[in-house]
Antibody
Framework: QVQLQESGPGLVKPSETLSLICSVSGGSFSSHYWSWIRQPAGKGLEWIGQIDTSGSTNNNPSLKGRVTMSVDTSKSQISLKLSSVTAADTAVYFC?????????WGQGTLVTVSS | DIQMTQSPSTLSASVGDRVTITCRASQSISSWLAWYQQKPGKAPKFLIYKASSLESGVPSRFSGSGSGTEFTLTISSLQPDDFATYYCQQYNDYPWTFGQGTKVEIK
């Protein structure tokens, strides 16, 4: 079945750009939406945004235009860039398949924003 | 944004108990609601879509109901594997939003 794996730096300095990749294997990549969701330690889930395999995106306005997502269909990967990060962006970042609901999810990757 | 509010925040229950979690939306979301289960250190697991449709492979002791602004997730007979945190999520209007979670603890 389809599996998702997030990867990227675990530590990012304040004001810099967080960059993550989600690699998809074991199933169809095309014709799906792929989403990013994050979860600060001990807190709830926040939807960041989503992209389909044509590159069409929907983002959460709460992130004030800091989000850029892209898709590489040749590699079955999606990427997330979050600019001008602060400590408030410290969280576990998940990628997941789906437009309206999310299934399955990657295991998540912890990103800490600290100097 | 549509605010999703779950109650209670924490629920203490015993194996075999019937458990009900409530999720309220700040405005009508029709039946565009999903439920997830999350265990510590793990990604959420998708349970229910369209308020009451059970995802394939999810045990039938889980059920969802509701429409408009009030929804419930019910576990008919709590099993040891069910102790976890549960989240609702609306997909009626962007941005998609989640409830704050309900932790089901062992009594």
């Amino acid at each position: 079945q389809v599996q998702l794996q997030e990867s990227g730096p675990g530590l990012v300095k304040p004001s810099e750009t967080l960059s993550l990749i989600c690699s998809v294997s074991g199933g169809s990549f095309s014709s799906h939406y792929w989403s990013w969701i994050r979860q600060p330690a001990g807190k709830g889930l926040e939807w960041i945004g989503q992209i389909d395999t044509s590159g069409s995106t929907n983002n959460n306005p709460s992130l004030k235009g800091r989000v850029t997502m892209s898709v590489d269909t040749s590699k079955s990967q999606i990427s997330l860039k979050l600019s001008s990060v602060t400590a408030a962006d410290t969280a576990v970042y998940f990628c997941a398949r789906g437009k309206n609901w999310f299934d399955p999810w990657g295991q998540g990757t912890l990103v800490t924003v600290s100097s | 944004d549509i605010q999703m509010t779950q109650s209670p925040s924490t629920l203490s229950a015993s194996v075999g108990d019937r458990v009900t979690i409530t999720c309220r939306a700040s405005q009508s979301i029709s039946s565009w609601l999903a439920w997830y289960q999350q265990k510590p250190g793990k990604a959420p697991k998708f349970l229910i879509y369209k308020a009451s449709s059970l995802e394939s492979g999810v045990p039938s002791r889980f059920s969802g109901s509701g429409s408009g602004t009030e929804f419930t997730l019910t576990i008919s007979s709590l099993q040891p594997d069910d102790f976890a945190t549960y989240y609702c999520q609306q997909y009626n209007d962007y941005p998609w939003t989640f409830g704050q979670g309900t932790k089901v603890e062992i009594k």
